[in-house]
C-alpha cells in the first residue's frame, strides 16, 4: 500500500519584509499563488524512514532527515507515539533552492500522504500546526489558491481570485540560500527605518477581479534587491523577459527564479521562448495558477 499526494509550487505576487525580529525571523505580507508545476510525494510503509528523490535536480535534494518531507514524517508520527517507518519517494519538477516553496510542498506533501497511510484521522488545523512547526511557507503548500500569509508568513487568510493567471518561471543556473537573502536584506537596510509589511490593496483587488494588468503594476518583492545583489546576472534574466513583453518581471520570493506575468497562454509561450533563446537562464517553465494545494492522488 501506497499514498501519493500531489503539491504545487508557488509564486510570491507581493513579498513585503519587515525589520529582523528578535528571534532572527522578520514580520511579512506575503501574498501566495500556487502555480501548476508540481512535486508528488509517494510513502510507502518500509522498516525504517528512508527518503528517495528522482527529476530535475534531483542530487541538490538532501535524502537525510533534514529534508522537509522526512521532518513532516516526524513530527507526524511523533504526535501519535508511532514509529516513522515509512519510504518518502519524492518525483521532483518544482526548482531546487529556486524560490518557488519546492522543500515546502514536499513537507506538505509528505504530511498529508503520512496522515493518509496511517490512518492518524488529523485535523485540518492539526496539520496546518505541524506545517508552521516545520516552515514558514510550508502552510501554504498545503492549502494553495491564493492566500496572504502574515507573521512569519505561516499565518494565513485565503483570499479571492477572480480568474486564472498566465507565468513563464526562468531558472538560474545556480540556487540562492533563504537565510542568505534575508542576511543580505538586512545589510542593505542598516541604518534606515524599514516599514511595517502590510498587504497592497492594489493587489488584492487585482487578484479579486482577475486583472493580470492591474495585478502587474501591483506586484513586488522586498527580497528582490538582496536577490540581485547576491546574484547579479539575474537582472539580466530580467531585461529579457521584459523586452519580450511580460507585463511584469521580479524575482520569485527570495529567488533565484524569476517569473513574469503574461496576458495569456499565448503570450506566454511567446515569452518563454524568448527567454530561452537569451541565453541569461538554465530552463524556462510556463505555469498558470491558482491551483489547488497538497491534493492525495
Known sequence: MSVTVRVPAKVNVQLSVGAARPDGFHDLA???????????????????????????????????RTNLAARAALALAARRGIEPNVHVHIAKDIPVAGGMAGGSADGAGALLACDALWGTGASRAELLDICAELGSDVPFSLVGG???????????????????????????????????????????????????????????????KGDADA??????????????????????????????????????????????????????????????????????RTAAGPVPGATVL
Open 30 to 64: 506575503n501574498v501566495f499563488l500556487a502555480v501548476g508545476l508540481y512535486d508528488e510525494v509517494t510513502v510507502t510503509p518500509a522498516d525504517e524512514l528512508r527518503v528517495s528523490c528522482a527529476g530535475p535536480d534531483a542530487a541538490q535534494v538532501p535524502l537525510d
Open 146 to 208: 491564493a492566500a496572504l500569509g502574515i507573521g512569519r508568513g505561516e499565518r494565513l487568510t485565503a483570499l479571492e481570485v477572480g480568474g486564472t493567471f498566465h507565468w513563464v518561471f526562468a531558472m538560474a543556473e545556480r540556487g540562492l540560500s533563504t537565510p542568505a537573502v534575508f542576511r543580505e536584506f538586512d545589510r542593505l537596510a542598516e541604518g534606515r527605518a524599514v516599514p511595517e509589511p502590510v498587504a497592497s490593496q492594489d493587489l488584492l483587488d487585482a487578484l479579486a
Open 215 to 284: 495585478l502587474a503594476a501591483a506586484v513586488s518583492n522586498d527580497l528582490q534587491p538582496a536577490a540581485l545583489s547576491l546574484f547579479p546576472e539575474l537582472a539580466d534574466t530580467l531585461a529579457a523577459g521584459r523586452a519580450a513583453g511580460c507585463l511584469a518581471a521580479l524575482v520569485s520570493g527570495s529567488g533565484p527564479t524569476t517569473a513574469f506575468l503574461t496576458r495569456d497562454a499565448e503570450a506566454a509561450e511567446r515569452v518563454a521562448r524568448a527567454l530561452r533563446d537569451s541565453g541569461t537562464c538554465r530552463t524556462v
